[in-house]
């Protein structure tokens, strides 16, 4: 099992930055030879998109094209955390961002391919 837990939401005025983080643990994490880590967003009355992705060990990042030069996900291996620094924020940012992770080699932005979900932090984006 692998356990997530996000942390670093809140309230935060157009044009700012948040940085959001998530905690993995868990023996399947530390065990398993590659995987990749991911945020997804989730705003009211829509549905859960894809925000980035990044490798376990902290590389090969992509990224949504609606954040793509203003988000950069980045992972610290030692502390098993992976970040997501958001910059120039919009209020159409607005939305429960949610930290996952999968087992494997390939890179992907299906949401139903993941199989470790953190709790969600909320983003907040005043304009």
């Known amino acids: 099992q692998v356990q997530l837990v996000e942390s670093g939401g809140g309230l935060v005025q157009a044009g700012g930055s948040l940085r959001i983080s998530c905690a993995a643990s868990?023996?399947?994490?530390?065990?398993?030879?590659?995987?990749?880590f991911a945020w997804f967003r989730q705003a009211p009355g829509k549905e859960r998109e894809f925000v980035a992705t990044?490798?376990?060990?902290?590389?090969?990042?992509s990224y949504a094209d609606s954040v793509k030069g203003r988000f950069t996900i980045s992972g610290d291996n030692g502390k098993n955390t992976v970040y997501l620094e958001m910059n120039s924020l919009k209020p159409e940012d607005t939305a429960v961002y949610y930290c996952?992770?999968?087992?494997?080699?390939?890179?992907?932005?299906?949401?139903?391919?993941?199989?470790?979900w953190g709790q969600g932090t909320q983003v907040t984006v005043s304009s």
């Open positions: 996952a992770a999968v087992r494997g080699f390939t890179a992907t932005r299906d949401s139903e391919k993941y199989e470790y």
């Open positions: 990044i490798t376990w060990r902290g590389f090969g990042a």
């Open positions: 868990g023996r399947t994490f530390s065990s398993y030879p590659m995987g990749w």
